[in-house]
T-cell receptor, first 111, second 115 residues
């Protein structure tokens, strides 16, 4: 699996957009990019995933660069409840979708 | 729709006792995953099943750990005998593997403390 690199922590002001970067320079053509977050010790929460195109859902937007070597998760209007550890995972979209979680980015949303 | 359901939410027991963690995956999902999370090692995959069959148990730490999936709606992770170093949060996740790229969905976990 391609390795991902994320900054260990980021700060964001409440109400502003939070842009969380992820580098995956060794990604291959059939690998998807997934984003999860974990609030306190709750179970990881699925946010969004994509292969090549940018994706948007009710929680966030995922921007994947044209060369697919990096991506950005965008929370358009961060709230205090978005404070969490965010994980970027790259995984082949095969049948069994085995995930490996790294250290993630701790996003601190401040009033 | 109900998500992945794990029980118990918390378990405190003494060293040497048998511990059984339970998981009910999302209806219609055919893959199930057991993870363990500690401060030192982060989130680790222990074992996963597809169509009730164990596919990869290379993450199971030792023979004291065992997992079963007797049917599509139930799985157990058992530790016997338990040791203090097994203290962690154990998560179960499920996904549908009938289409490429489907994400995993996690339960709220079982916080296990071995005294």
């Amino acid at each position: 699996d391609a390795k991902t690199t994320q900054p260990p922590s980021m700060d964001c002001a409440e109400g502003r957009a939070a842009n969380l970067p992820c580098n995956h320079s060794t990604i291959s053509g059939n690998e998807y990019v997934y984003w999860y977050r974990q609030i306190h010790s709750q179970g990881p929460q699925y946010i969004i995933h994509g292969l090549k195109n940018n994706e948007t859902n009710e929680m966030a937007s995922l921007i994947i660069t044209e060369d697919r070597k990096s991506s950005t998760l965008i929370l358009p209007h961060a709230t205090l409840r978005d404070t969490a550890v965010y994980y970027c995972i790259v995984r082949v979209g095969e049948r069994f979708n085995k995930f490996y979680f790294g250290s993630g980015t701790k996003l601190n949303v401040k009033p | 729709d109900a998500g992945v359901i794990q029980s118990p939410r918390h378990e405190v027991t003494e060293m040497g006792q048998e511990v059984t963690l339970r998981c009910k995956p999302i209806s219609g999902h055919n893959s199930l995953f057991w993870y363990r999370q500690t401060m030192m090692r982060g989130l680790e995959l222990l074992i996963y099943f597809n169509n009730n069959v164990p596919i990869d148990d290379s993450g199971m730490p030792e023979d004291r750990f065992s997992a079963k999936m007797p049917n599509a709606s139930f799985s157990t992770l058992k530790i016997q005998p338990s040791e203090p170093r097994d203290s962690a949060v154990y998560f179960c996740a499920s996904s549908y593997t009938g289409a490429f790229g489907q994400p995993q969905h996690f339960g709220d976990g079982t916080r296990l403390s071995i005294l």
